[in-house]
């Protein structure tokens, strides 16, 4: 059991080029606390200034990967003299920007899941880039049955998957496998309990060896084009791709294939 008191709630270990934030409250299936929020955030935004990192893993400790937002601590804020208004509005926004902060770091992240990913935390797992999860990982948006409507997981949650079965696990409270998952879109890949780490460490390293430049672009160009009307949408990737094509390093990509050798980076 972790000692909140002496451990860190987010503990990160670096892999060359890929940095892994491991949330580490195992003892409370690693809940989105206020504090462990502003762990997260405060190591989200470390990473987005850090050139050396080019992909991001999200993981946990435990048996579960998070289980969403600590109902104890939201329990306990009613006992505040406005029954908890403002303490709940104050953990929502920060949830709400520690996603967006997901979304907007330079770098892909990649939820690395086990156990379960519930509420809050299925949320997470929808505002990563990418998803690895072992076999067997429950998903859920599941607030309903304690009579909270998971409002704030559904924006991402209805980003990431057919919005209709998105619609059908909030308003049920049901869950749905890892394999299922992937059939949804919600999960990229499916790998053996004891294989999981190794999985998602695999794929963020083929990230990690891609043109770090064209791949922040890349990220960002993704999300922009995905809002916009078709035309619209072209319009701007051209206009994206075409400074894609004015860096030093793409060129020197192109011409390594013609010859026939690997690229020299800079």
Not at 127 to 146: K, P, T, W, Y
Request: glycine share 8%.
């Amino acid at each position: 059991m972790t000692d909140t008191a002496t451990e860190p709630l987010i503990l990160r270990q670096d892999t060359g080029h890929v940095a892994r934030l491991v949330m580490n409250s195992p003892a409370n299936f690693n809940a989105l606390s206020t504090a462990m929020i502003a762990q997260m955030s405060a190591a989200l935004e470390k990473i987005a200034a850090d050139p050396q990192v080019r992909v991001v893993i999200i993981a946990a400790t435990g048996k579960a990967f998070c289980a969403g937002h600590d109902i104890r601590e939201m329990q306990a804020a009613r006992q505040d003299a406005d029954g908890g208004e403002a303490a709940f509005a104050a953990l929502f926004g920060a949830c709400s920007a520690m996603m967006q902060r997901i979304a907007a770091l330079p770098q892909p992240v990649i939820a690395e899941v086990q156990g379960i990913a519930t509420a809050a935390g299925c949320q997470l797992v929808a505002s990563c880039d990418l998803a690895v999860a072992a076999e067997g990982v429950r998903f859920g948006v599941n607030g309903v049955n304690i009579g909270l409507f998971c409002s704030t997981p559904m924006v991402a949650l209805s980003r990431a998957i057919p919005p209709r079965a998105a619609f059908e696990l909030l308003v049920t409270g049901g869950f749905i496998d890892a394999a299922r998952a992937q059939e949804l879109g919600l999960v990229n890949r499916v790998a053996p309990v004891d294989g999981l780490q190794d999985h998602a460490m695999e794929l963020a390293l083929t990230i990690a060896s891609k043109l770090p430049a064209a791949v922040r672009l890349g990220k960002e160009a993704f999300r922009q084009q995905s809002g916009l009307p078709l035309d619209a949408a072209y319009a701007q990737m051209s206009e994206t791709i075409c400074a894609n094509l004015m860096l030093e390093d793409t060129a020197e990509g192109m011409q390594a294939f013609l010859e026939k050798r690997p690229p020299s980076w800079a």
